[in-house]
């Protein structure tokens, strides 16, 4: 019988109803009216690359150890991989116990660890190889050879136009490569995420829910929602288990909270940097690795120029267009670092805070950072911040501590977003489609109870996975299962960390 997870990156309550009401999605909202669904809450940052491995792991950030898309090391920023994941991914442990997966555009699940089936590279993967590692190989990799992921990067580069007219080629590829996949009855448990809605809703979601969408995104979502209405058609012919998942929401926010300009007004970031960020372009399009340049004496003078700029009296359109300009470039104005004692993180929005390294008493300056921040209100005496917390109040586990120190997040009910950028200004208004913390949990099973719970978390998906395929439960995870049945539960992790270690030692064997 198996299982079927189906991702759908971006897709909230919200979203869903929307879409719904359009007649996109049908086959989700049939489920989610005559089934299990829930509204379920992400983890911090609701961001694609935490918010996932949270999903197929089933533990917060502080115990998988990624809180971010990007490691940073020695100056250069690299994207993360499964490699740098410290818990083990639900479909790792059905592999251990020899059964069949198919893992289709997961994020971070690249390189594949722990396989028995098939492991099609998500957009992060860059240049990642299919694999398959199944008794029946030949026939599996005839259907899947023909998968090529897309980058969200090739919108920047053609113009949404164009690329939509890429995705629509190849989501019908991709549709025919799911369904065959499906048809194979030796393979049992299919996880699959969607990425191309959330790829439409950072552009588009402010006028999808108003009813107002381009013709050329009217096609994208037509195929998006066919797509998914195949997927869920053949697991129901093949009586399957189902659960529909979602990494977060979407919202409209109006204004931009600058937080480093705060941070400068309230003493606690100083200086002014011109942040230049090169590129190694690769052989395909897609993300890069990226490196910070030394600056040259021209870009110093270039900070000053602009800093007086920034100080000058000006109106506020004026401050919109210029942050309007800086984010289309390859510039970033910000603190200096170096100087300043407590400073956001170059995150765009930014959900962190951090205390310089060289700060000794960083406790202090942390609890007097919090403090501040919460108290500040806008003129209508609302909150600027929905979230302003310590990283050991927002995380648990063995890895808190490479969290950065502060967690925050723009008000939500007031639709502020945070940004990172340094500008004259704390605040400007724009709208801007990103990110909440409430995504959708549907499931159809004999074993759940139907009807609406209200709500549940991200977490709660891979306990329920287990239950459903009578394993033993993982210890040490931090959702419940909503299966109404007895279940037992195990330490998968040891067997897990050999088994990682020897893939990991054979990768660089022949790297």
């Not at 164009?162 to 996880?191: C, M, P, Q, S, T």
Request: glycine share 6%; proline share 4%.
């Amino acid at each position: 019988m198996g299982i079927l997870v189906l991702g759908i990156d971006g897709l909230g309550p919200e979203g869903l109803e929307k879409l719904s009401k359009m007649g996109y999605l049908r086959s989700v909202d049939f489920i989610a009216r005559r089934y299990f669904r829930a509204t379920a809450k992400t983890c911090f940052p609701p961001q694609t690359v935490p918010a996932w491995i949270s999903i197929f792991t089933g533990v917060n950030p502080g115990k998988h150890g990624l809180f971010s898309f990007f490691s940073t090391s020695r100056g250069r920023v690299r994207i993360h991989t499964s490699l740098d994941v410290r818990f083990p991914y639900v479909f790792e442990i059905l592999s251990m116990f020899r059964r069949s997966v198919v893992l289709f555009n997961v994020p971070l699940s690249y390189p594949f660890r722990l396989l028995y089936g098939v492991g099609i590279p998500d957009w992060l993967a860059g240049d990642g190889r299919i694999i398959v590692r199944h008794e029946k190989k030949n026939i599996i990799y005839d259907i899947v050879k023909e998968s090529i992921p897309i980058s969200p990067a090739l919108k920047s580069v053609l113009g949404w136009q164009k690329f939509a007219d890429i995705l629509e080629h190849e989501l019908e590829i991709r549709r025919w490569v799911i369904e065959g996949l499906l048809e194979l009855g030796y393979l049992e448990n299919y996880f699959i995420v969607i990425s191309d809605l959330d790829w439409l809703m950072h552009s588009f979601y402010h006028t999808i829910i108003k009813g107002n969408i381009p013709k050329y995104v009217e096609k994208v979502l037509r195929k998006i929602s066919s797509l998914i209405d195949s997927i869920i058609k053949k697991a129901c012919k093949r009586n399957m288990d189902i659960i529909i998942i979602s990494d977060h929401g979407f919202k409209v926010y109006n204004k931009i909270v600058f937080v480093n300009t705060i941070l400068k007004k309230l003493g606690l970031a100083r200086g002014f940097t011109i942040r230049r960020v090169a590129s190694r372009r690769k052989s395909r399009v897609g993300l890069r690795t990226l490196r910070i340049r030394r600056k040259s004496s021209s870009e110093k003078i270039l900070e000053k120029m602009f800093w007086l700029f920034q100080r000058a009296p000006i109106p506020h359109n004026i401050h919109r267009r210029i942050y309007k300009m800086v984010m289309r470039s390859n510039i970033r104005l910000f603190v200096d670092s170096e100087l300043s004692p407590v400073f956001s993180l170059l995150n765009i929005p930014a959900f962190f805070i951090g205390v310089n390294r060289r700060i000794r008493n960083k406790e202090a300056y942390v609890r007097y950072t919090v403090k501040m921040l919460s108290r500040i209100r806008d003129r209508h005496g609302r909150r600027l911040f929905s979230l302003v917390a310590t990283r050991e109040d927002i995380y648990w586990g063995p890895y808190v501590r490479r969290a950065p120190h502060i967690c925050i997040f723009g008000s939500i009910r007031a639709r502020y977003l945070t940004s990172a950028i340094l500008m004259a200004v704390p605040i400007i208004h724009k709208t801007t489609n990103y990110h909440d913390f409430d995504s959708i949990f549907i499931a159809k099973s004999e074993g759940i109870v139907w009807g609406h719970v209200g709500g549940r978390s991200i977490y709660d998906v891979v306990p329920t996975i287990y239950a459903l395929l009578d394993i033993p439960i993982q210890k040490g995870l931090d959702g419940q299962n909503i299966v109404n049945k007895e279940v037992r539960y195990a330490d998968h992790t040891m067997r897990w960390k050999i088994a990682s270690r020897i893939f990991v030692k054979t990768l660089k064997k022949i790297s």
